[in-house]
């Protein structure tokens, strides 16, 4: 009976420390996901704000932008790169206000992204953009 107990705690703390492993490598979501408004960016701050240093274009078919963006120093980001996948959905704003489309992207520009779904705990970390606001040239 005791050889019993202890088999079953020690099943119990690994299935414990199994849950953990797999929430852990889950990802995270976004603290606030960003809900694209059709009035204007969102008020909160940006996930990242940064220059463009990669820019991998959409290839056609589903196959959406892809930017490396690398936070600008002294930013409040909450990471300091990130690989940031634009899809149809994301929101794409103008510096001055006005709407944009993920053709306005390129590498060199300045950008405050705001991340929607999961974020992927790599390095750098990989999101979708739900709401991108080009912000100015490099």
Do not use: N
Request: net charge negative; proline share 9%; with cysteine.
């Amino acid at each position: 009976m005791r050889r019993t107990s202890r088999a079953l705690a020690a099943l119990a703390v690994l299935a414990a420390l199994g849950a953990a492993v797999v929430g852990g490598c889950g990802g995270a979501t976004a603290a606030q996901p960003a809900s694209p408004s059709p009035s204007a960016p969102p008020p909160s701050p940006a996930d990242i704000t940064g220059i463009v240093r990669d820019f991998t274009p959409s290839t056609g078919g589903d196959a959406m932008p892809v930017l490396l963006v690398v936070a600008d120093p002294g930013s409040s980001s909450s990471v300091d790169r990130a690989s940031v996948r634009v899809t149809a959905d994301t929101v794409v704003w103008m510096a001055e206000g006005s709407r944009g489309a993920a053709a306005d992207l390129g590498a060199g520009e300045q950008v405050a992204v705001w991340f929607t779904g999961p974020v992927a705990e790599s390095y750098p970390v990989q999101a979708t953009a739900g709401v991108l606001q080009i912000l100015a040239p490099l």
